[in-house]
């Protein structure tokens, strides 16, 4: 099974969302596929081993190639010249099982590691992948935003666990401009109230100043309030001035 033929059956099954090897080795391969792999058929055992023995540099040198393709044929670079790139930063943390991924641990029953991805946001139904990061599971978000947050081209969005007031001021003090989810519990001051146009969906767009005399950031912060598509109250913490209150809601 030479591990061409191996990464094109991985690509076709994540393709058509196969979920296991088994589905794979199962699956009817077509005439096409059949000459793509120049297999006739395979079993999941053998996949199993297959993959064992393929290190993981490959895939992550195929994921690289693959997000170098995508910025060439979407002109990424062009078009960041006439707008901002958007780029979204969330985490999801994939179970292990115990007794096979000890160095994973992070509860007493269940072992785990954290994907930290960043996509793309090109425009309304195009979007990629372009980082990806794995940490151990137990490991906090927030520490993971030193590696991510590397262009200031560019705008970020990310949710409340990558929260980190030094980083923030670091961030701004940089040149860095990002929109996050502020907890509603956090302490804040208000310096100075936005006047919103009457047709917002905004209820509220403030200068404030964040966190408590042991842990606050220094540098001023613009506090938007607004309800999201279930009617639940947002409060989003950004550095942006510049655009319009429904502007920075709009794209958290």
């Known amino acids: 099974l030479y591990i061409a033929s191996f990464l094109k059956l991985l690509v076709f099954a994540q393709l058509n969302?196969?979920?296991?090897?088994?589905?794979?080795?199962?699956?009817?391969?077509?005439d096409d596929l059949q000459k793509a792999t120049e297999l006739e058929s395979i079993s999941f055992s053998q996949l199993g081993r297959r993959l064992n023995q393929v290190p993981t540099?490959?895939?992550q040198q195929v994921f690289l190639d693959l997000v170098a393709q995508i910025h060439e044929k979407s002109h990424y670079e062009q078009r960041r010249e006439t707008t901002t790139p958007?780029?979204?930063?969330?985490?999801?943390?994939?179970?292990?099982?115990?007794?096979?991924?000890k160095w994973a641990?992070?509860?007493?029953?269940?072992?785990?590691?954290?994907?930290?991805?960043?996509?793309?946001?090109?425009?309304?139904?195009?979007?990629?992948?372009?980082?990806?990061?794995?940490?151990?599971?137990k490991e906090h978000d927030r520490g993971q935003l030193e590696v991510l947050?590397?262009?200031?081209?560019?705008?970020?969005?990310?949710?409340?666990?990558?929260?980190?007031?030094?980083?923030?001021?670091?961030?701004t003090d940089d040149g860095y401009f990002f929109v996050s989810r502020l907890r509603k519990n956090a302490v804040i001051r208000v310096i100075e109230p936005?006047?919103?146009?009457?047709?917002?969906?905004v209820f509220s767009d403030e200068m404030v100043l964040i966190g408590t005399p042991q842990n606050r950031a220094e540098n001023a912060f613009r506090l938007i309030k607004v309800l999201d598509s279930k009617g639940n109250e947002l409060?989003?913490?950004t550095n942006r001035f510049d655009l319009s209150a429904d502007e920075i809601a709009e794209l958290y």
Request: aromatic letters at 12%; hydrophobic letters at 35%; a negative charge.
């Open 17 to 30: 969302e196969t979920e296991s090897l088994r589905a794979v080795s199962e699956t009817l391969f077509s």
């Open 235 to 237: 409060h989003l913490i």
């Open 194 to 201: 936005f006047k919103l146009p009457e047709d917002s969906l």
């Open 57 to 59: 540099e490959v895939f």
């Open 86 to 101: 958007l780029k979204i930063i969330d985490s999801s943390t994939l179970p292990l099982n115990l007794k096979n991924h």
């Open 149 to 171: 947050v590397d262009d200031k081209e560019c705008m970020y969005v990310f949710d409340r666990g990558y929260l980190d007031y030094e980083r923030f001021d670091r961030m």
């Open 105 to 137: 641990e992070f509860r007493k029953t269940k072992s785990g590691i954290k994907l930290h991805l960043r996509l793309v946001y090109a425009e309304k139904g195009c979007s990629y992948p372009d980082k990806a990061v794995l940490t151990n599971a």
